[in-house]
């Protein structure tokens, strides 16, 4: 079983930006990151193959955030530019063994461990 902890959740200004880190404990291929915002079902953000760096991205979120590794600090980040209202709730990595496609990659589904989460509100 794979162990996640993310953290760098905040309150930020429409614009703003963030940073959250998935510090990853345990053997895995793939992270994701994934949110959820109340009433809402969990999402896909993105996507990232840890040996290859091959990556995928919701639409969403295409050119504004961006999911890289740290293979050192066994450290999965992604960084989110110009954050908008729409982008508020709470975001969890999450580990695959899994052969994954751009299609399967950003399916909740495909993934067995998860993090506890951490919050992202953007508001003015």
């Known amino acids: 079983q794979v162990q996640l902890a993310e953290s760098g959740g905040d309150s930020v200004e429409p614009g703003g930006s963030l940073r959250l880190s998935c510090v990853i404990s345990?053997?895995?291929?793939?992270i994701g990151w994934f949110r959820q915002a109340p009433t809402k079902a969990r999402e896909g953000v993105a996507t990232i193959h840890l040996s290859s760096g091959t990556t995928w991205y919701a639409d969403p979120v295409k050119g504004r955030f961006t999911i890289s590794r740290d293979g050192a600090e066994n450290t999965v980040y992604l960084r989110m530019n110009e954050l908008k209202p729409g982008d508020t709730a709470m975001y969890y990595c999450a580990a695959s063994r899994r052969t994954m496609t751009a299609s399967r990659g950003l399916l909740p589904g495909m993934y067995d461990d998860w993090g506890q989460g951490t919050q992202v509100t953007v508001s003015s």
């Open positions: 345990g053997y895995t291929s793939v």
